[in-house]
T-cell receptor, first 112, second 119 residues
Framework: GQSLEQPSEVTAVEGAIVQINCTYQTSGFYGLSWYQQHDGGAPTFLSYNGLDGLEETGRFSSFLSRSDSYGYLLLQELQMKDSASYFCAVRARAGGSYIPTFGRGTSLIVHP | GAGVSQTPSNKVTEKGKYVELRCDPISGHTALYWYRQSLGQGPEFLIYFQGTGAADDSGLPNDRFFAVRPEGSVSTLKIQRTERGDSAVYLC?????????????????FGPGTRLTVL
């Protein structure tokens, strides 16, 4: 089976930087993705790491260390609209396909 | 262009009834996924289609759940003899190429979901 661990909640102030960690246990690991979901909304794709290192997309960056089974999402210059749930999701090979498994999500609360 | 759409947005049914949930993926996307999301949880994988065929249905919880995608576009998730534990938001997502190792970008586009409530 697969398991992912991420903090249940993180709080920060506007303009700050926050890091959301994700550790995973899986076999057949292929890649790690991050999704954002506002209350009542659909998850939206933020970032993907297939290789070790940092991927940067605007204010968001994501990091992966395959040897440590660890990744994080870094949000810079926080804005109130960044208050949402953030999910890490592992792609792992199961049989002939790569099944996505999502973590339980981290609720980010941004204060003014 | 249009994103992924799902109908109905809300469905209330009684225990034991049959329901169908529909997903219209982004045009041209060959891969389609169904997930179930309970409050405070992440999306839970149910089934994945590549074209018309179910490439992996290992996430379906039991034989009351079934999904089809007859023409490789619209998909319907069918739940028989609904139980109160089936209450959740059912999400559909599509991607251009799927998970057969062809593309590693893993960009799935999610629909708004159908909130199913079983009384």
């Amino acid at each position: 089976g697969q398991s992912l661990e991420q903090p249940s909640e993180v709080t920060a102030v506007e303009g700050a930087i926050v890091q959301i960690n994700c550790t995973y246990q899986t076999s057949g690991f292929y890649g790690l993705s991050w999704y954002q979901q506002h209350d009542g909304g659909a998850p939206t794709f933020l970032s993907y790491n297939g290789l070790d290192g940092l991927e940067e997309t605007g204010r968001f960056s994501s990091f992966l260390s395959r040897s440590d089974s660890y990744g994080y999402l870094l949000l810079q210059e926080l804005q109130m609209k960044d208050s949402a749930s953030y999910f890490c999701a592992v792609r792992a090979r199961a049989g002939g396909s790569y099944i996505p498994t999502f973590g339980r999500g981290t609720s980010l609360i941004v204060h003014p | 262009g249009a994103g992924v759409s799902q109908t109905p947005s809300n469905k209330v049914t009684e225990k034991g009834k049959y329901v169908e949930l529909r997903c219209d993926p982004i045009s041209g996307h060959t891969a389609l996924y169904w997930y179930r999301q309970s409050l405070g949880q992440g999306p839970e994988f149910l089934i994945y289609f590549q074209g018309t065929g179910a490439a992996d249905d290992s996430g379906l919880p039991n034989d009351r759940f079934f999904a089809v995608r007859p023409e490789g576009s619209v998909s319907t998730l069918k739940i028989q003899r609904t139980e109160r534990g089936d209450s959740a938001v059912y999400l559909c997502a599509s991607s251009q190429t799927g998970t057969s190792g062809v593309s590693s970008t893993d960009t799935q586009y999610f629909g708004p979901g159908t909130r199913l409530t079983v009384l």
